[in-house]
């Protein structure tokens, strides 16, 4: 069984503290299960065996598309090289065997993209200045991927989601890459919440965004077991009515929240 470095600041890290437990468990499972060139071949029933929660490739690369490279049926990790290697050499065996399978499933281009945005991070920390252009790129790049992940799910209003230039611009310029992952899952809580799935008071995912009315929604909307009639505490969603003949709580929507 091969060793391997492990990160223990990544706990420390904004970054991977906001993920939802299934996907830090998800991170931590491709880390270990990966090739010595940080490639995963993609088995989504053996993860979501060992996790114990279902896993999807959709949902996955939501939350790492700037951390994984999709290819073939397989998934390269590319920042692993460079953080169990440094800079891979041709004189050193294990790097050998490293490049040698780059080449062979032609990643060794996408390995020098990742690896100069890794470079000039290292620099970033002691000088205090600069930035790659092309680690720029590619982070705006995964981020504008995040926005089609996040239009995807965002709901429709009677038919229609409108203000799609405006929501990404915003989405783009004004959300922190921190707060991305819960701003993908409040999307997703809101799209299936009682009010959406009734039509009732949908608000345009510009609104949705510019208003921080996202941070409502990142836990997940209650509903009431069997039998209960006393409706659980409001999360300031809008004044909370039992709904007759069902065991879901409804939202009352006020005026000026519509």
């Known amino acids: 069984m091969a060793n391997r470095f492990t990160d223990s600041g990544k706990w420390d890290d904004p970054w991977f503290r906001k993920l939802p437990c299934k996907y830090k468990a998800f991170w931590i499972f491709i880390l270990d299960k990966c090739n010595h060139a940080g ?27 700037d951390r994984i490279y999709p290819f073939k049926d397989k998934w390269f990790i590319t920042k692993f090289i460079f953080f169990q290697y ?3 050499s041709k004189v050193n065996r294990v790097h050998n065997s490293v490049i040698e399978i780059l080449k062979k499933e032609g990643l060794y281009k996408v390995y020098e993209r990742s690896i100069e945005g890794c470079k000039d991070k290292d620099k970033d920390k002691d000088k205090g200045k600069g930035k790659d252009k092309d680690k720029d790129i590619i982070i705006a790049e995964s981020k504008k991927t995040q926005f089609d992940g996040f239009w995807n799910i965002y709901p429709d209003r009677n038919g ?11 989405f783009l310029k004004k959300i922190k890459d921190e707060d991305i992952p819960e701003v993908l899952q409040a999307a997703r809580n809101y799209a299936v919440s009682q009010n959406v799935t009734d039509g009732i008071g949908i608000k345009d995912a510009i609104r949705f965004l510019k208003k921080n009315y996202w941070r409502e ?6 509903v009431a077991p069997k039998g209960k009639t006393t409706p659980p505490e409001s999360t300031g969603r809008g004044n909370i009515v039992v709904e007759p003949g069902s065991n879901r709580w409804q939202k009352k929507i006020s005026d000026n929240e519509s």
């Open 39 to 65: 490639i995963w071949k993609v088995d989504f029933e053996s993860a979501s065996f060992h996790i114990g929660e279902t896993i999807t490739s959709e949902d996955v690369l939501l939350q790492f598309s």
């Open 86 to 88: 440094g800079i891979l």
């Open 160 to 170: 229609k989601k409108l203000y799609k230039a405006e929501a990404e611009e915003f």
């Open 217 to 222: 929604w990142i836990t997940p909307e209650k």
